[in-house]
């Protein structure tokens, strides 16, 4: 039974559950209960707080876990970075209040930073030469210049609206953050088969993930120009139809090109045009 450490609320935990309902892993998402069991594969979940997850990983209590980048980076904890899950992308920055004239990160010698992440600002501090004073505080951050706790503060940003209610303006992106699928290094075989399976259907998901199945009628004086703009997986699947002027034509689009291809297909003569979301794709 391979355990997997998810937080235990909040956007990454309702990414996670979507990734495993996803790769038809089925699990209670009741947040009553610490530790749940698929109905269906080889796995428990175990909810915890986001900054247990590295540790719980690292020392063998949860052998993999979804964490954010930041997280990981900030605890330092000795585990395996797996895979990157490509959800809950955010950023970890700077900012300071918007009246400020800021020219540079020289701007933060001497200055008070509050924030969450100490160990990740005081490398990029010493990276960068800078002499400033951390203060670190859980939750809230944002709310320090205007009390006077602060000069600027150190914290996630993901819309940026955050910041605009509080009067302040980012200035400085120290580090793109995701989600990471982590790992315990001293993993058992067995343990590492379930988790292998377990990649498989979330590759799946994933590779199937902004693609559309696209099926079409189109003139056979035309196959050729209309095979020449379609960026198949390997080529398209051509069909007869009864009339032998006109055959059936299959494959896969990005949804970034979509409306680009279909307009050129249009172009080409290219009509009943039906398209159809993927669940999943096995390449």
């Known amino acids: 039974m391979l355990r997997i450490a998810v937080q235990s609320k909040g956007r990454l935990f309702e990414d996670t559950m979507n990734l495993l309902a996803e790769a038809d892993i089925k699990v209670s998402a009741s947040k009553r209960t610490l530790l749940v069991q698929s109905t269906n594969f080889p796995l428990e979940v175990l909810y915890l707080r986001d900054d247990d997850i590295p540790q719980s990983v690292a020392s063998g209590v949860a052998d993999i876990g979804v964490v954010g980048e930041n997280e990981f980076v900030e605890r330092g904890e000795d585990a395996e970075v797996i895979s990157r899950l490509g959800f809950s992308k955010c950023r970890l920055s700077l900012a300071i209040p918007k009246e400020i004239d800021y020219r540079g990160v020289n701007w933060f010698n001497g200055k008070k930073i509050a924030t969450s992440y100490p160990n990740i600002l005081r490398n990029y501090m010493r990276e960068q030469g800078i002499d400033c004073e951390i203060h670190v505080i859980t939750g809230s951050v944002e709310i320090s210049p205007g009390i006077g706790l602060a ?7 993901s819309s940026g609206s955050t910041l605009v209610s509080n009067n302040l303006r980012e200035v400085e992106v120290v580090m793109q953050s995701e989600a990471l699928l982590i790992g315990n290094k001293k993993m058992s ?22 693609k559309k199945y696209v099926r079409m009628n189109a003139p056979k004086a035309r196959l050729q120009e209309i095979i020449n703009v379609l960026p198949g997986l ?18 896969v689009l990005d949804q970034k090109r979509f409306w680009e291809i279909i307009g050129k ?16 794709m096995i390449l």
């Open 151 to 157: 000069d600027g503060i150190f914290d996630i940003v």
């Open 189 to 210: 075989a067995g343990k590492r088969a379930t988790l292998d399976e377990m990649l498989f259907r979330f590759k799946a998901v994933k590779d199937a993930e902004d």
């Open 234 to 251: 390997k080529s398209p699947t051509i069909i007869p139809l009864a009339d032998e002027e006109w055959c059936s034509v299959h494959t």
């Open 265 to 280: 297909l249009k172009e080409m003569g290219a009509q009943g045009i039906l398209v159809t979301p993927i669940e999943k």
